[in-house]
C-alpha cells in the first residue's frame, strides 16, 4: 500500500517484550547445537527477515522491558525510540 511511509512497532502496556516461552527455552537445553541452530534460524527467520524486508522505514518504539526475541526484533529496526 503506498499509503504506508513508515511502520512503528511497540508492546502492549509495560513491556515492549515481556520475553519468550519458558518450556520452548527449556527444550533448547535438551537439544544439540546443531538442532538448535537449524531451529533458531528457523524461529527468527519467521519475522526477523520479514521486517528487514518491509519497504518503509521502521521504528521500534520500546516502552518497557525488550526481553530476547523482542530485543532482537528492536535491533532488527531502522530506528530505535525507548521510553523513559
Not at 25 to 45: D, Q
Not at 52 to 66: D, E, H, Q
Not at 70 to 77: E, N, T, V
Request: proline share 6%.
Amino acid at each position: 500500500n503506498g499509503d504506508v511511509k513508515v511502520a512503528v512497532l511497540t508492546g502492549a502496556a509495560h513491556a515492549f517484550s515481556a520475553g519468550g516461552d519458558l518450556k520452548w527455552l527449556h527444550e533448547r537445553t535438551l537439544a544439540t547445537p546443531i538442532e538448535n541452530e537449524k531451529t533458531m534460524i528457523k524461529f527468527y527467520s519467521r519475522f526477523l527477515f520479514p521486517l528487514r524486508k518491509l519497504p518503509v522505514p521502521t521504528i521500534a518504539a520500546i516502552n518497557g522491558p525488550a526481553v530476547g526475541a523482542g530485543m532482537c526484533i528492536s535491533l532488527a529496526c531502522d530506528m530505535r525510540v525507548a521510553a523513559q
